[in-house]
């Protein structure tokens, strides 16, 4: 199969072109969702516009109480510990357990986003059918809204870093109190550790979204590649192939437009379903492959290892990047289906990167050679997943 001629000039423009802010439900959402129609009928694929609605305030009061209610358990912990460490010790894993549950995005609450509600928004989807009996059914997906959060990037990182710390060093210290056959820790390392932890979390409660971001690399850029490889993929992949160009509503309230494309799409689909996602590509530096989500749980083995055999035969740098709890992708309600689902990101820290979720997350912090890259990787292991 001859190499695919990938313009990263045309990617950029495109990327460009979709840079304005669109908060689900907004009239840039809107109008992100008419020029997403306009490209993927363009490219020669059956379009469908699929509306849903979505009332995603009750998932943001539940957070809010959770980090209220963990925080609270946390204080108290690090108040009682001199004193009383076994009861420390109980509210720091009923802290534990409450927050783990939550922020690893466990299937079960995916419950929360089923009804509908006062947001409305869509997927888009281009599909070339197989000609017959399809093999196989391969989505590739890149999500349309964008947002912007009162809290900056560092301000996020730092607060949840200095929360998991201080909850290590509180747990920590309990251990040393109740177990280690050595004079107890001094009083302030428990109570600093609880208070430190609490105060993180009860900055985290305050965060809030809104439509200030132009959303350049998250994710105006993976959309442009994924019209790219639309107009390109159709015509180079094997005809037996069930082949989707998605971009899902909603991932930034929670993912809900991709568990509402998979319950309305995932038992029709031919086995196996395999499927690409492009979120954040386009930032200098090594492309990203989020491997791991939550507390260590794995994407997929094999898109992995694919992914990294193609990246060094066409000489590529990538490298694999746990998701960490409270972060989400729309891959996550991939696997809480078993489909294996790859995402390709970007990798490399920097100011394109700590402007993401803020007015200042443009299409000039793109760069043209990564997105080509990122597009490069994401058609080749396309190739490959049909081949094999």
Known sequence: MEELSIDSERIWREAARLAFPRYPGTEGDRRAIALLEESLAAAGLEVSREPFSYDVRPAFRA???????????????????????????????????????????????????????????????????????????????????????????????????????????????????????????????????????????????????????????????????????????????????????LSPGAEEDHMVGAMRWLDAHLGELARPVLALNLDGAGIPGRLALLERFGFGRRFSPELSRLARTVARRLGIAVRGVLLPPAMGVDAIPFAHRGVPCLTLASGSLGRAVLAVHSAGDVAGNLDRAALERAARLTAEMAVEICRR
């Open 63 to 245: 957070l809010r109480v959770l980090l209220v209610g963990v925080a609270l358990l946390l204080a108290a912990a690090g108040w009682l510990a001199a004193g009383r460490p076994w009861l420390a010790a109980v509210m720091v894993l009923m802290a534990l357990v409450a927050g783990g549950t939550f922020l690893a995005w466990a299937p079960g609450l995916e419950r929360i986003y089923r009804r509908d509600g006062p947001t409305a928004t869509a997927n888009v989807a281009g599909r070339r059918p197989a000609a017959g009996p399809p093999r196989l059914a391969l989505v590739l997906l890149a999500h349309h809204d964008s947002k912007s959060q009162n809290l900056i990037l560092p301000v996020r990182v730092g607060c949840t870093l200095a929360a998991l710390a201080g909850t290590i060093g509180l747990a920590a210290a309990l251990v040393w109190e109740l177990v280690a056959p050595l004079p107890g820790p001094p009083a302030w390392l428990a109570l600093a550790g609880g208070l430190s932890s609490a105060a993180a979390l009860a900055v985290l409660a305050t965060l809030r979204s809104g439509n200030r971001s132009p959303g350049g690399v998250d994710n105006a850029g993976s959309v442009a590649i994924l019209l790219e490889l639309a107009r390109l993929l159709p015509a180079r992949l094997p005809a037996d192939v069930d082949l989707w160009f």
